[in-house]
């Protein structure tokens, strides 16, 4: 067939997205890649993303993908009524999925194969969630035949991960001998940990946002390295409009120090946090 390549192989003919031309070789201007999804458009691709957190990368994700970026998320009645204004679909296809979703009427699932105990209220969420994300996709397909869908899962960290170093293991060093299906069933975290098992397994490719896992990037893919500099101009304006006028000084001199996250107190590194202002506040007693 005139232009067919094998899925290790793109020819430049074929590169007409942007991900097809990244693996050609071809080069992307920041213009040709933020263009509020008309590339997406022409293409009828669209991106949906199922997550508890959305709203830290939205607005970039928006700025590429534009209206062709879709979120599913848990539906939370309180916060709807204070944070989300209802809108009707433009597109045919996502209409028709919505309103199915909706006749439907599912209130609760039974899963198999996966016990998850009766009291466990968020991995039952996240179960029910699940299910109604798959029946929205299956509806926009009925709508849209002949669609590649790829599967991506991206995760911050695993689950017996987070227990195991809160548990001072030492995990690292040890990753390669740890049974990990003993220790999920002994921290009463088994069916959590073998759903996500299941969705790392069933995805097309899965992804983590670890920084030490910067050393395995193709060394092609550009950073971004000026992000540090525009985040702390944004604390020097705020310094400035909180402090200036009671107190006065020179914000080139001034070094911030605070720590951000869930309270984790060992994952999130809040020991050493306490530790390190304890030790500086000593010194600077000691030395002024």
């Known amino acids: 067939m005139s232009g067919s390549t094998s899925p290790a192989r793109l020819t430049r003919r074929l590169s007409s997205t942007k991900i097809a031309k990244q693996l050609a070789g071809l080069s992307l201007r920041s213009d ?17 993303e199922c997550s508890w957190e959305v709203a830290n990368k939205a607005p970039i994700s928006t700025e590429e993908l534009g209206d062709q970026y879709c979120m599913l998320g848990p539906y939370n009645e309180d916060r709807v009524k204070l944070e989300v204004e209802v809108l009707e679909p433009d597109n045919a296809a996502m209409k028709y999925a919505l309103d199915h979703a909706r006749d439907s009427g599912f209130k609760m699932w039974s899963v198999t194969k996966v016990g998850v105990p009766w009291h466990d209220r968020e991995s039952n969420d996240c179960i029910i969630l699940g299910f109604m994300v798959a029946i929205f996709l299956q509806k926009v ?12 899962f991206t995760t911050h960290a695993t689950l017996i991960g987070r227990h195991l170093c809160a548990g001072g293991v030492d995990l690292y060093n040890n990753i390669d001998s740890i049974d990990v299906d003993r220790e999920a069933g002994e921290r009463q975290i088994y069916h959590r940990y073998c759903i996500e098992r299941a969705a790392v397994h069933l995805a097309h490719v899965f992804t983590t946002v670890r920084s030490v896992d910067l050393r395995y990037r193709p060394h092609h893919l550009p950073i971004t390295n000026n992000l540090h500099a525009i985040a702390k101009e944004k604390i020097h304006d705020f310094i400035r409009g909180h402090f200036y006028g009671n107190l006065n000084f020179d914000l080139d001199k001034t070094l911030y120090i605070f720590t951000a996250g869930r309270y984790e107190f060992t994952n999130k590194g809040g020991d050493f946090f306490i530790e390190a202002l304890a030790r500086l506040n000593y010194k600077l007693q000691v030395c002024f």
């Open 32 to 48: 040709d890649i933020m263009d509020q999804g008309e590339t997406a458009r022409h293409e009828g691709r669209f991106v949906f």
């Open 141 to 152: 397909l009925m709508k849209l035949w002949k669609l590649n869908i790829s599967l991506v």
